[in-house]
């Protein structure tokens, strides 16, 4: 089966206290409908932005996103 | 919806809409006239002058609509998908090109390669708008 890339983007943002796509959006540099994407597998975010998201959650790259 | 799909549905219906009228009337009629080009200005200057008029209105009723979105810069995903969609546009353009300026010039009429010319460029943007929308549809990767 083909490997790809999933996150945890919808619990991160339920555990910070149920922060908005177009929150994460705005702190990252993306638009809300980008964040969408991301959560719902139809987009994958540079490296960068994957840093990023990561960042604004305070978690490990790796907790963020898989590779499975 | 975002707000680049939006304008990507506007384009598209836009093209359909007015060069479907050209390619199926008023280009062929212009065959059965003298075939010069002042025939080809009387039968396109309209459909483009429509088109453009239909763009501009479209453009400004989904600006005013989503105003916000319309502010936004584009973003890394936008840029993927319009990247993808041009290089594919990209190469429809190059093969009709070397179609209509390659081949044709010893097979058809002038205002047929003139027609040719038009078509070209409208079946690339309609391909182009198809795969944008296609990409903020079912995702890009890359």
Redesign the interface.
């Given at each position: 089966m083909a490997k790809s890339i999933h996150n945890t983007i919808r619990t991160l943002r339920f555990h910070a206290g149920e922060m908005t796509q177009a929150e994460l959006g705005q702190r990252v540099?993306?638009?809300r409908?980008?964040i969408a994407?991301i959560e719902?597998?139809?987009?994958?975010?540079?490296l960068e932005?994957a840093f990023k998201i990561a960042e604004v959650f305070g978690v490990p790259l790796e907790q963020a996103f898989s590779w499975s | 919806m975002?707000f680049r799909e939006k304008m990507a549905w506007l384009t598209l219906l836009g093209f359909l809409l007015t060069y479907a009228y050209y390619f199926g009337v008023a280009g062929p009629a212009v065959e059965f006239g003298k075939n010069d080009m002042l025939d080809i200005v009387r039968s396109f200057g309209p459909v483009a002058a429509l088109h453009g008029l239909i763009t501009a209105a479209g453009s400004l009723a989904i600006f005013l609509a989503a105003r916000r979105?319309a502010s936004?810069k584009a973003?890394?995903?936008?840029r993927?998908i319009d990247r993808k969609a041009t290089s594919v546009a990209y190469a429809v353009m190059m093969i009709g090109v070397l179609i209509v300026g390659g081949v044709a010039p010893f097979t058809e009429p002038a205002y047929k390669i003139v027609n040719g010319t038009f078509a070209v460029v409208v079946i690339s943007e309609i391909v182009r708008d198809v795969m944008v929308i296609m990409g903020?549809r079912?995702?890009?990767?890359?």
């Open positions: 540099g993306v638009t409908q980008t994407a719902q597998g139809k987009y994958s975010p540079s932005t | 975002a979105d936004h973003d890394e995903r936008d993927a903020y079912r995702g890009v990767h890359g």
